[in-house]
C-alpha cells in the first residue's frame, strides 16, 4: 500500500477521530465530525465568518442579449450588499447596517435551458482574459459570474479599504482574514444567481485560482449550496497538505500573506507539526460533492503530489457517503496524469504557475462526466 505508506510519512492529523478521543463509526457521527473540522479550520486558519444577515440587491448597468456571435446573454450587474449583525438584531440596541457594493460580468449562453454556472474570483473583471475561454466555456454549455476579488477586501496587510469591513469578534486571534472575506463575497454572488432564472441551480460550481483557487475551496467548503469547487493552482492553504511541503509551506504563507488567516494561523510559524488540521480536513469537509484540483507540474507554489495525497487521505469520508473520493492506482502521480472517475477529481499538466486553456477544458469535462 504505498499510497497509505506515504500519506503516514506525512503524519497527518486522523479525520475520523473527535476532540475527546472517541471515533467516527457512522455517517451520522461524520457529520458531528465535520462541524468540528470547520470549527477548527476557522479557529487555526482563515478565521471565523461573521454572523450576518445579508441581503442582496442587484442593478443591471449593461446588458446585451446577442454577445459572443449571438451565442449567450452578457449582463453586467452592480450588486448592493446590506447585512446587519445578527447579534445585533438579536438585541434592542440599534443595528448598524453596513453595505458593500461591487460590479460582476454575468455571461449565460442560450439555448442550453436551465445553464449551469461557474462562480470565478477574478484578479480583474477583463471578460476574456487570457486565464478566461470565455467562448469555449460558452460554447460548452456554461454559463460564468466573475467579480474582482479586491472588491471585497483589499489583497494587502493593513486597513481593509473597500468592501467589507465587519469583524464581529472582538480580537485579532480567530477573526477572519481576507480569504474568508472573498468567500464571503462568493456567496454574495451565490445569493443573485439563485433568483436568476435562465440558470440551474444545482449546479453552480465555485472556482479561482492561486489565493483565490484557496477561496474557492474555502468558499465551497462554508457554503454548502455550490455544488462543487474547482482550486485551480491553489497549493498551501487550499488542497495541498501543509506536512511535508517543502515548496511553499506553512512558513512561507505566514512569512509574505499573514493577512489572508486569522491570527492564530500564526503560531504555526516553524510548528508545522503542531497544526491541528491538515489540507484533508478541507478536502473532506466538502464531501459528499465533488471537487476538481487543476496542478501545474513545475509550479513552484503546489506540491502536486500534496494536493493527491490530501484527496486520498480524504476519500475515506466520500466513501461513507456511498460515493468514491479519489480514483487512483497504488502509486504516486506521473508528471502528467488526470483523475476523473471518483468525487474527488484531479489533473496534473506540464508548465509553472498559471491558468491554462487546459485546465478550464479539464474542469468542464469533468463536471460533464459527474453532472456537477
Known amino acids: 500500500m504505498l499510497l497509505q505508506e506515504e500519506i503516514k510519512k506525512r503524519?497527518?492529523?486522523?479525520?475520523?477521530?473527535?476532540?475527546?478521543?472517541?471515533?467516527?463509526?457512522?455517517?451520522e457521527d461524520w457529520q458531528k465530525r465535520r462541524c468540528e473540522i470547520m470549527d477548527i479550520l476557522a479557529h487555526a486558519c482563515y478565521g471565523y465568518i461573521p454572523n450576518l444577515a445579508p441581503v442582496v440587491e442587484a442593478e443591471v448597468i449593461?446588458?446585451?442579449?446577442?454577445?459572443?456571435?449571438?451565442?449567450?446573454?452578457?449582463?453586467?450587474?452592480?450588486?448592493?450588499?446590506?447585512?446587519?449583525?445578527?447579534?445585533?438584531?438579536?438585541?434592542?440596541?440599534?443595528?448598524?447596517?453596513?453595505c458593500v457594493s461591487f460590479p460582476i460580468n454575468i455571461t449565460i449562453p442560450k439555448n442550453v435551458g436551465k445553464a449551469p454556472m461557474f462562480v470565478t474570483l477574478s484578479f480583474s473583471l477583463l471578460a476574456g482574459s487570457e486565464f478566461l475561454p470565455l467562448e469555449e466555456i460558452i460554447d460548452n454549455g456554461y454559463g460564468i459570474v466573475s467579480f474582482c476579488y479586491q472588491d471585497i477586501a483589499f489583497d494587502r496587510l493593513g486597513p481593509a479599504g473597500r468592501g467589507i469591513n465587519y469583524n464581529e469578534r472582538e480580537n485579532e486571534t480567530d477573526s477572519w482574514g481576507t480569504i474568508?472575506?472573498?468567500?464571503?463575497?462568493?456567496?454574495?454572488?451565490?445569493?443573485?444567481?439563485?433568483?436568476?432564472?435562465?440558470?440551474?441551480?444545482?449546479?453552480?460550481?465555485?472556482?479561482?485560482?492561486?489565493?483565490?483557487?484557496?477561496?474557492?475551496?474555502?468558499?465551497?467548503?462554508?457554503?454548502n449550496r455550490f455544488s462543487m469547487a474547482v482550486p485551480m493552482i491553489d497549493g498551501t492553504g487550499g488542497a495541498s497538505l501543509y506536512r511535508g511541503n517543502v515548496l511553499y509551506g506553512v512558513d512561507r504563507l505566514i512569512d509574505h500573506y499573514p493577512y489572508w488567516f486569522c491570527g492564530n494561523f500564526q503560531k504555526y510559524l516553524g510548528k508545522v507539526e503542531q497544526l491541528p488540521f491538515d489540507a484533508h480536513f478541507l478536502v473532506a469537509a466538502m464531501a459528499p460533492r465533488p471537487v476538481y484540483i487543476c496542478c501545474?507540474?513545475?509550479?513552484?507554489?503546489?506540491?502536486?503530489?500534496?494536493?493527491?495525497?490530501?484527496?486520498i487521505a480524504a476519500s475515506p469520508v466520500y466513501e461513507l457517503f456511498g460515493k468514491k473520493g479519489m480514483v487512483a492506482e497504488d502509486s504516486l502521480p506521473a508528471e502528467e496524469a488526470a483523475y476523473i472517475e471518483g468525487s474527488l477529481g484531479m489533473h496534473i499538466r506540464k508548465g509553472p504557475h498559471y491558468v491554462s486553456r487546459h485546465d478550464w477544458l479539464g474542469a468542464i469535462g469533468y463536471r460533464n462526466l459527474h453532472k456537477v
Not at 501545474?296 to 484527496?311: H, K, R
Open 296 to 311: 501545474g507540474n513545475e509550479d513552484q507554489y503546489t506540491d502536486e503530489v500534496g494536493e493527491f495525497l490530501a484527496c
Open 11 to 27: 503524519n497527518l492529523p486522523d479525520l475520523f477521530t473527535f476532540r475527546n478521543g472517541n471515533k467516527v463509526v457512522s455517517l
Open 180 to 223: 474568508g472575506k472573498w468567500a464571503w463575497g462568493a456567496s454574495r454572488v451565490l445569493d443573485y444567481l439563485l433568483a436568476v432564472d435562465e440558470i440551474d441551480k444545482d449546479r453552480i460550481a465555485v472556482t479561482g485560482a492561486s489565493r483565490l483557487g484557496k477561496t474557492a475551496l474555502w468558499a465551497a467548503a462554508s457554503d
Open 62 to 98: 449593461a446588458e446585451n442579449n446577442d454577445d459572443i456571435c449571438g451565442k449567450a446573454i452578457y449582463r453586467k450587474v452592480m450588486l448592493h450588499i446590506r447585512h446587519t449583525p445578527i447579534r445585533a438584531l438579536a438585541s434592542d440596541a440599534a443595528a448598524a447596517e453596513d
